[in-house]
């Protein structure tokens, strides 16, 4: 071959287009035609005719395949570059560093095969990449490694594979990670600022934009300059292998029995079967087609076992795993990050694991009754009666996107509180008092890397309400603030020493009575900060605030008065404020109620049982606990027509449009503005609905 000029081999990336990926590789996307310098080596040492060789022995079964790769690897690693290649890179790398400002500057020698990462197909993790690399020599000792990285074991099999039985190879005994040791104030730290998260947002926005599609991206932070730099953008490879489609299957998990682990969930589903245990590379042999794969982790080499796997389960690894990576693109769900399953589990035994409970996955003992559901979306089509969705639970939000919902009716508080917050907000703004030693060190241990504990709570809440708010953006999500009764409350870490002991807490210290009194009024000014910055600061200002438990029109007077101190005023901004409609003095003051709230939400729950004077919790009055009673129905259709009256919109976040037919007829005949129901209910509630507003 012919000798290569520089401009070939090297160029800045701002004069580089993605139409080049088939020279430079998927991960360049664009560059001058590396693959130049690659043949170009290849032919200066003579190793071409070598490599056919052996290459050909190993497909005709004349030698083993880890003998092959050695032997192909070091026909590169011996070889000499070729004098204008060489050059060439020098060159290139002393001018990149007086670019730089540095004598020798620290670099990455990545692969980017021609095929890696395409939007329909995923090579990850064949090839090396080699990160702080510094010097000349250094340079080019990197680069011809990752020549011969073409040919290891997994990426000569990956050429030839297609319908065939898969092969299994021994490795070399060697660990393919270490593991780095890191001091506690190091594991407590934050790694990035809220200032360095938005960037990262905002380039990744750019990115998206510029390329026209999903994409999946990595960011890297220099050590020493603090710099950010995205350093990976490739088209994202899973949900892209996914066609348009009306429906979408649902997994709901009936008797099961004994949890054994806990981990992060990957995937949406849930399966049932016979547990095979592999504890290295060295058994993949012993695993079963078809069974749930357990094991304390994965590499690049365990992929042909988890393509045959039902499930995987792994003791170690986060949502950017290899097993989670590699999982989500080839759609084998997965429960990462167990800590105990080589310890609680064995090979044999029948077990449940389940993905379909939000970002949480968990195997249970024995086989479970699963159910599945195909929500066929077809033929859904917009109305007058809006039907929007009740969600407590960021992390399963985005599973429900699909829905053509209106937005959400009812977002809890208390699910956020309970699950990610965990501490009673009053124990973060008075932490030095705490008399209760354990409860003060869980706190410490949950609020690390805070310097004001209560910014753990605001922080926490607002990021838990934006997962939901950003799952129907920019349809509205209204969101309720707490009500927590004082016995829940008192259950959060540190609650004891803020809540009365009450005989019915069902009717006492609870909702709006809360927000103002001197009990609670700073924990009240905690959740207003939360929506604060939710709306002014994440930009989700299609959050609706609502009260709950409102007693009388002088507590509205009151609750708008707190939340104006506290920044939250309604109208500024287009913050709009609802009251959950749900005592029987509501209704009979609605219309002085319209005055101060934007909307209504009736809580059918509360309204039923007060309307009734009925305990909704008693085992003995379950018979007369009954949304479809006559004076229920009277006190709904009562309220709908004085929203009405006011100009103020009205919906209902109860279970009965749900459960009964009949109960959304009624709603639509009276004028509701929206019916909001748990998920699983809304293609069956909005086509009743369709049908009576035909």
Same mark, same amino acid.
């Given at each position: ?8 081999? #090297? ?13 430079? +590789? ?12 690659? *043949? ?5 040492? +003579? ?10 022995? *190993?497909?005709? +079964? ?19 570059? =070729? ?43 064949? &090839? ?60 407590? !730290? ?9 960037? $990262?947002?905002? *380039? ?15 960011? !890297? ?13 490739? =088209? ?28 992060? !969930? ?7 079967? @016979? ?5 290295? !590379? ?10 749930? $794969? ?9 992929? =042909? ?54 970002? &949480? ?29 009740? $969600?407590?639970? %960021?992390?399963?939000?985005?599973? *429900? ?7 959400? /009716?009812?977002?809890?508080?208390? #699910? ?5 917050? &965990?501490?009673? =907000? ?38 838990? #309400? ?38 019915? %807490? ?7 009575? @809360? ?7 700073? +924990? #009240? ?13 994440? /930009? ?50 609605? @219309? ?49 027509? &004085? ?52």
């Amino acid at each position: 071959m012919d000798g290569i000029s520089e401009h070939q081999l #090297f160029g800045d990336f701002e004069h580089i287009g993605r139409s080049d990926g088939p020279h430079v +590789g998927g991960k360049n996307s664009s560059r001058p035609k590396e693959s130049l310098a690659y *043949w170009h080596y290849i032919e200066t040492n +003579g190793i071409r005719a070598e490599m056919s060789r052996l290459i050909a022995d *190993w497909e005709s +079964g004349k030698a083993h395949l880890a003998e092959t790769g050695q032997a192909v690897r070091k026909l590169f690693l011996r070889g000499n570059w =070729p004098s204008d290649v060489e050059t060439a890179v020098r060159s290139a790398y002393r001018r990149l560093s007086t670019k730089a400002g540095v004598e020798n500057l620290s670099v990455a020698v990545r692969s980017s095969a021609t095929a890696e990462d395409l939007p329909d197909a995923s090579f990850a993790g064949q &090839q090396e990449s080699y990160l702080n690399i510094v010097g000349e020599d250094a340079l080019l000792d990197a680069c011809r490694r990752c020549y011969a990285s073409l040919f290891t074991d997994r990426a000569i099999i990956d050429k030839k594979r297609g319908d065939k039985s898969v092969k299994m190879i021994y490795g070399n005994g060697q660990t393919p990670t270490r593991n780095v040791p890191t001091s506690k104030a190091e594991r407590a !730290a934050l790694v990035l600022t809220d200032a360095e998260i938005l960037k $990262l947002a905002r *380039w990744a926005c750019t990115i998206e934009k510029h390329y026209g599609c999903p994409m999946d991206m990595e960011w !890297a932070k220099d050590g020493l300059t603090d710099e950010l730099f995205i350093v990976q953008a490739r =088209p994202e490879t899973v949900h892209s292998r996914r066609d348009a489609t009306t429906a979408f299957k649902t997994y709901r998990i009936g008797k099961r029995g004994r949890k054994l682990a806990t981990g992060l !969930a990957v995937g949406d589903a849930a399966v049932s079967g @016979r547990l095979c245990l592999i504890e290295s !590379a060295h058994e993949m042999d012993r695993f079963v087609d078809g069974s749930i $794969l357990a094991t304390s982790t994965t590499d690049p080499d365990w992929v =042909p076992i988890m393509k045959r796997a039902a499930a995987i389960i792994t003791d170690h690894g986060g949502r950017t795993s290899h097993a989670a990576i590699v999982s989500r693109e080839i759609g084998v769900p997965a429960v990462v990050g167990t800590h105990n399953t080589t310890y609680v589990l064995h090979s044999g035994q029948d077990v449940t694991v389940s993905y379909a409970e939000g970002d &949480q996955g968990f195997v249970y003992a024995g086989v479970a009754e699963i159910s599945t559901e195909t929500v066929d979306m077809s033929g859904l089509s917009a109305g007058q009666t809006k039907v929007m969705l009740n $969600l407590a639970n %960021p992390a399963a939000a985005y599973r *429900w996107w699909r829905l053509p919902a209106d937005g959400i /009716g009812l977002a809890r508080m208390e #699910f956020v509180v309970t699950n990610a917050i &965990q501490v009673h =907000p009053m124990a973060l703004v008075h932490f030095d008092q705490l008399q209760d030693a354990q409860a003060k060190a869980e706190i410490a241990r949950l609020t690390a890397g805070y310097n004001h504990k209560p910014d753990y709570f605001v922080d926490k809440l607002a990021h838990g #309400f934006a997962a939901l708010c950003a799952a129907v953006y920019p349809k509205p999500a209204i969101l309720r603030l707490s009500d927590f009764k004082t016995n829940e409350y008192a259950s959060l870490i540190g609650g004891a020493e803020f809540e009365p002991k009450e005989e019915n %807490p069902m009717i006492g210290f609870r909702g709006a009575s @809360r927000y103002y009194s001197p009990r609670y009024r700073e +924990g #009240f000014a905690l959740e207003c900060r939360a929506i604060r910055r939710l709306r002014e600061e994440l /930009g989700f200002t299609n959050a609706v605030v609502m009260i709950p438990f409102c007693r009388t029109v002088d507590e509205a007077k009151k609750v708008l008065q707190v939340m104006a101190n506290n920044g939250l005023r309604r109208g500024d901004h287009e913050l709009q404020v609802y009251m959950m409609c749900e005592i029987p003095s509501n209704v009979i003051m609605a @219309r002085e109620f319209t005055a101060y709230f934007d909307g209504f939400s009736i809580g059918s729950n509360d309204l039923t049982q007060l309307t009734l004077g009925v305990d909704r919790d008693s085992d003995e009055l379950t018979g007369l606990f009954d949304e479809q009673d006559r004076a229920v129905k009277a006190m709904i259709a009562k309220v709908i027509q &004085q929203a009405k009256l006011a100009g103020c919109k009205v919906g209902i976040c109860g279970q009965a449009p749900s459960d009964h037919p009949e109960f959304a007829r009624f709603l639509v005949a009276a004028g509701i503005d929206s019916i909001s129901v748990i998920p699983d209910s809304y293609v069956k509630v909005k086509r009743e609905v369709m049908r009576v507003e035909k």
